[in-house]
């Protein structure tokens, strides 16, 4: 199993951006798969997950403002974001809760500038 997570990059506040989390040798629609975050100097903390059925959960502080979703055509899970903030700047790993322990992606980095 193999997650990539891409799409992070610098924006202003305010802006968006859509990170992608591409997977193999599993298939995203049939697992639990979402997104963590890890500011600097800080624990890594939840952002969103989706499950197999599509029902979607999301952190207290992107609630209203980011949106997990997938793709099952692509193998992909994405990550939008928008109206972001400054405390949003992070890595942002994906993951997969497949059987055994939970598998990570390497993490993409987003700069929010205020």
């Known amino acids: 199993v193999q997650l990539q997570a891409s799409g992070g990059g610098l924006v202003q506040a305010g802006g968006s951006l859509r990170l992608s989390c591409a997977a193999s040798?599993?298939?995203?629609?049939?697992?639990?798969m979402g997104w963590y975050r890890q500011a600097p100097g800080k624990q890594r903390e939840f952002v969103a997950v989706?499950?197999?059925?599509?029902?979607?959960t999301y952190a207290d502080s992107v609630k209203g403002r980011f949106t997990i979703s997938r793709d099952n055509a692509k193998n992909t899970v994405y990550l939008e974001m928008n109206s972001l903030k400054p405390e949003d700047t992070a890595v942002y790993y994906c993951?997969?809760?497949?059987?055994?322990?939970?598998?990570w992606g390497q993490g993409t980095l987003v700069t929010v500038s205020s």
């Open positions: 040798g599993i298939t995203v629609s049939i697992y639990v």
């Open positions: 989706i499950n197999s059925g599509g029902s979607t």
């Open positions: 993951y997969a809760d497949v059987l055994g322990p939970r598998t």
